[in-house]
Structures are given as C-alpha cells and as structure tokens.
C-alpha cells in the first residue's frame, strides 16, 4: 500500500504528466491475488497440520494396542 501512495505523490510532483493510475491498480490488483493466495495456502497447511496431528494420534493408539496384545471386541486383527 506503501509502494501505491509513493507512486501517486511521485505522479503528482512529476511536471510531465504520466498516467500511473493503470500501474496502481495493477499492483493492487496482485497485492490482492497474493493475500488471496496466502490465505488459501495457510488454510491448506493447517488442514495438513490438524490430519498430521490425527493420524500420529490413531498411529500412537494401534501401536498401543499392538504391545498390549488387546483388540476391541468385534475387530479382525489385521
């Protein structure tokens, strides 16, 4: 937003008259697909870490099973 506001005073100090209105919204126009992204990709990496968190927990749960020699009632051993 920064780079925005430098390019609109620099525009308006500027004798010659350079249109950078296109060039503006262009960048904010990207400065929003990368937030959107962003958002996307932290939301995607949270999923992973929570689905990581539940399969080390069920991994924990067999394997405790396992060494305890105990099945549920009802379950094929694999």
Not at 8 to 37: F, H, M, S
Not at 57 to 66: D, N, V
């Given at each position: 937003m920064a780079l925005a506001t430098e390019l609109?005073?620099?525009n308006e100090d500027q004798?010659?008259?350079l249109d950078l209105d296109p060039y503006v919204k262009k960048?904010?126009?990207a400065r929003r697909r990368v937030v959107l992204v962003n958002n996307i990709l932290q939301n995607a990496q949270e999923r992973l870490r929570r689905l990581n968190h539940s399969v080390a927990k069920e991994t924990a749960r067999r394997k405790a099973m396992l060494e305890s020699g105990g099945y549920p009632q009802g379950s094929p051993s694999k």
């Amino acid at each position: 937003m920064a780079l925005a506001t430098e390019l609109c005073r620099i525009n308006e100090d500027q004798k010659v008259a350079l249109d950078l209105d296109p060039y503006v919204k262009k960048l904010l126009n990207a400065r929003r697909r990368v937030v959107l992204v962003n958002n996307i990709l932290q939301n995607a990496q949270e999923r992973l870490r929570r689905l990581n968190h539940s399969v080390a927990k069920e991994t924990a749960r067999r394997k405790a099973m396992l060494e305890s020699g105990g099945y549920p009632q009802g379950s094929p051993s694999k």
